[in-house]
């Protein structure tokens, strides 16, 4: 069966610098999540979106913006990097179609940012 | 605000012995209850799902319970083995939260010594 699919699944980026992560859910699934989860953290919550319209908004950083395109793929922009922002950024996708108690929210493998 | 808490944050086990984790939420008005597996620097593995109306979800050698009114699930591995060390982290999905976001314990490190 497909899944969450991520890319890339490791960056190394420079203080400042800017970083694209792309996240393409399960085919079908129209709700797309971002967290974040740093060394040693629980992931934390950053954004979602259905049907291409922002559903939620977590602890996201001014610095970070992301959206959801018409093929249900979603991107997470992060600009003027700092050396926090080096974690592992998951993204999940679900369905709200259907009995919402059965929603199931499904995770990619990560996308691991290293910022030097 | 949903808090979840996962005790023990580490525990240590000789293989073939049961492990025991804890979850507690403090917002009981919850959709339901995920319990993942996470390999270090890895992935969120889905381990086990249980509805609101369910008590317990059962896979394989995995049994999670769900005490709702308490705010408590408790997942239950037999016959732990040296490839079930991991962390382990529940989320909940509360029933008031708009976009089905899940608020995550700090999970629960375990190390099966063979």
């Known amino acids: 069966a497909a899944g969450v699919i991520q890319s890339p699944r490791h960056l190394i980026k420079e203080k400042r610098e800017t970083a694209t992560l792309k996240c393409y859910p399960i085919p079908r699934h129209d709700t797309v999540y971002w967290y974040q989860q740093g060394p040693g953290q629980d992931p934390q919550f950053l954004i979602s979106?259905?049907?291409?319209?922002?559903?939620d908004k977590g602890s996201i950083p001014d610095r970070f913006s992301a959206q959801q395109f018409s093929d249900y793929h979603s991107e997470l922009n992060m600009s003027s990097l700092e050396l926090g922002d080096s974690a592992l950024y998951f993204c999940?996708?679900?369905?709200?179609?259907?009995?919402?108690?059965?929603?199931?929210?499904?995770f990619g493998a990560g996308s691991r940012l290293t910022v030097l | 605000k949903q808090e979840v808490t996962q005790i023990p944050a580490a525990l240590s086990v000789p293989e073939g012995e049961n492990l025991v984790l804890n979850c507690s939420f403090t917002?009981?008005?919850?959709?339901?209850l995920q319990w993942f597996r996470q390999d270090p620097g890895k992935g969120l593995t889905s381990l086990l799902l249980?509805?609101?109306?369910?008590r317990e979800q059962t896979s394989g050698r995995l049994n999670a319970s769900l005490d709702k009114s308490s705010g408590r699930s408790t997942l239950y591995i037999a016959a732990s083995q040296p490839g079930d060390s991991a962390t382990y982290l529940c989320a909940v999905r509360s029933s008031d939260a708009a976009g089905n976001k899940l608020t995550f314990g700090g999970g629960t490190r375990v190390l099966v010594k063979p």
């Open positions: 917002d009981s008005a919850i959709y339901n």
């Open positions: 249980i509805q609101s109306s369910q």
């Open positions: 999940a996708s679900s369905s709200a179609r259907g009995d919402s108690g059965a929603n199931v929210l499904t």
């Open positions: 979106f259905y049907e291409k319209m922002q559903s």
